[in-house]
């Protein structure tokens, strides 16, 4: 993978985070990283499987959405205090608000059609509303979708793109979760993902992370 500095996140974060990652999750062992002060670069091995979104039509939606929530049950039962990486929603929301700050955010191109109403700072102040003041924490993905996850057999064989990994609420993987299964799958397999997974739906809180995910790189 290859990117030139500047672009969020960095595959440093990344980096840091497989590392973290090796024995405990699914992820590609690191085999060089450098950079060259206009680029920076991760080579890493490859993983068993084949990408989510790739999976149809040998697994159909039916059995795939299931095998998605439960690889992402697996992550989410990491002991998150053993993890040094913060996506908790004071972070995120320091980020957000020094992005719209700088005038980083283009509803008109960063915003899902939903979103699209607002202003970024109007989606700010949206986010202050929602904000869910108890969280339920876990080791998150940080975007767990169809094309970061690798299927193999019956089972999430592999995890990629892992610069967001953090300790979050799980509703930050799973409003995002829920999304790609609609986008990538067509509707109606949200309710599945969440029976599969085993959780009730949480409105606001998947509001207030689909919004956090369009604010952020």
Not at 136 to 152: E, K, M, T
Not at 174 to 199: C, D, H, K, Q, R
Request: charged share 25%.
């Amino acid at each position: 993978k290859l990117l030139s500095l500047g672009m969020e996140p960095p595959l440093a974060a990344e980096r840091a985070r497989m590392s973290w990652a090796q024995g405990r999750l699914p992820v590609p062992d690191i085999l060089a990283y450098g950079s060259d002060g206009e680029t920076e670069w991760l080579l890493t091995t490859g993983l068993p499987g084949t990408a989510a979104t790739d999976a149809r039509p040998r697994v159909a939606p039916r059995d795939l959405v299931p095998i998605l929530a439960q690889g992402l049950r697996h992550l989410h039962a990491l002991p998150w205090a053993e993890c040094p990486f913060d996506g908790r929603a004071a972070s995120l929301l320091a980020m957000v608000r020094q992005r719209v700050a700088l005038g980083l955010v283009d509803p008109a191109t960063d915003f899902h059609s939903e979103h699209r109403r607002w202003r970024a700072a109007e989606a700010l102040a949206e986010l202050g509303r929602l904000r869910p003041w108890r969280e339920d924490l876990v080791v998150c993905h940080g975007d767990f979708c169809l094309p970061n996850a690798l299927i193999g057999d019956t089972r999430v064989s592999g995890l990629v793109d892992l610069g967001q990994l953090g300790v979050a609420d799980r509703w930050r993987d799973l409003a995002i979760a829920t999304w790609s299964v609609t986008w990538n799958l067509g509707p109606g397999w949200e309710s599945l993902f969440l029976e599969a997974y085993g959780v009730r739906p949480a409105p606001r809180k998947q509001a207030f992370y689909r919004l956090i995910y369009d604010l952020l790189p």
